[in-house]
């Protein structure tokens, strides 16, 4: 069935097309000032005291893991050490 503006479709369009033209409006209007604010959001974000922090967190868990790995060395060398006492090397 067309409609009178040639538009087909049962005539419960209108209510929906003009939901959607309304959300299309209010998105792109969103968009623009978000545009607008991006770089005053983006001058706001602390990324010195980001960096810092990752920093500090990443070398928190490079000592742990060198301790980690320092005690499993020494492991290693004492059970290598009794194993060549106990075949006689």
Not at 15 to 39: N, Q, T
Not at 75 to 84: G, M, N
């Amino acid at each position: 069935m067309r409609r009178a503006d040639g538009d087909p479709g049962s005539g419960h369009a209108g209510p929906g097309r003009d939901g959607a033209r309304w959300a299309g409006e209010k998105s792109a209007s969103g968009y623009r000032a978000a545009r607008e604010r991006g770089e005053e959001l983006v001058d706001s974000i602390p990324v010195d005291d980001i960096a810092d922090s990752v920093r500090e967190y990443v070398d928190g868990a490079r000592e742990a893991i060198n301790d980690v790995v320092r005690s499993e060395m020494n492991d290693l060398r004492k059970a290598v050490r009794r194993q060549r006492k106990r075949i006689g090397i």
